[in-house]
């Protein structure tokens, strides 16, 4: 086949003017898709980003608030243990302030029960002492004298020891003596001493004679009476 250089020349005319008119008609439209196409490519990039700075704020706050709920969680554990210690030592000491009470009013009361049957003890025992020195036979004539005449005046001074189950005031070393000295009719001049074994009471010992007020004898006397 032979090529002259007419149809070449035809052919290259016909390429450019096909070029031209297919410029003509599909570039802007395929610029414009083109142009379109990237906008949309970069608005969807642009959205994502969005979506993803929006979810990483998310995320932190969610991580913050989930931090400050711990945080919270924490705190409100530590508070209950402290009111559950406070409120369980408040229990004790409240227990143990009543038992307290509960013992010292125990004892207040063993203490009162304790005297009062001691003080009426020694109401029976005192009577029973005053009852038996009216009619003890130890005493000699003359203090038996003394006891049924009611004498008070005193003749003399005699000497002795007296001995009392606990310490005595002056007062009540006084008293005892007073009445010593009506019984026996004499001034007495008494050497003081303790014996507990006299349990209560006393005992006085004048010119080798024993003249006992003592609880001890006044038993020993009832038991003697009961054998």
């Known amino acids: 086949m032979e090529l002259y250089p007419i149809d070449i020349a035809i052919h290259v005319v016909n ?41 990483q704020k998310a995320k932190e706050e969610y991580d913050r608030q989930l931090s400050e709920a711990k945080e919270a969680c924490e705190q409100l554990m530590v508070e209950g243990r402290k009111q559950a210690m406070a409120s369980s030592q408040k229990y004790v000491d409240d227990a143990k302030e009543e038992a307290k009470q509960i013992v010292a009013q125990a004892r207040t009361l063993a203490k009162d029960e304790k005297q009062r049957a001691l003080d009426d003890a020694k109401c029976e025992l005192s009577e029973m002492a005053v009852e038996m020195a009216r009619r003890v036979l130890r005493f000699d004539q003359e203090t038996r004298s ?62 080798g004679k024993v003249y006992d007020f003592s609880y001890a004898a006044q038993l020993d006397a009832m038991r003697q009476r009961l054998a």
């Open 15 to 55: 390429i450019v003017i096909l070029y031209i008119i297919l410029r003509a008609l599909l570039w802007k439209p395929v610029r414009k898709f083109m142009a379109d196409r990237e906008e949309r490519v970069q608005a969807q990039m642009d959205e994502a980003a969005r979506l993803q700075a929006e979810a």
């Open 146 to 207: 003394n006891i049924a005449s009611g004498a008070s005046e005193k003749h003399g001074v005699r000497k002795g020891t007296l001995k009392t189950a606990d310490a005595c005031t002056a007062e009540e070393i006084a008293k005892i003596t007073e009445q010593l000295e009506n019984l026996l009719g004499s001034r007495l001049e008494l050497e003081t001493a303790v014996d507990p074994k006299l349990v209560g009471g006393y005992a006085a010992y004048v010119d």
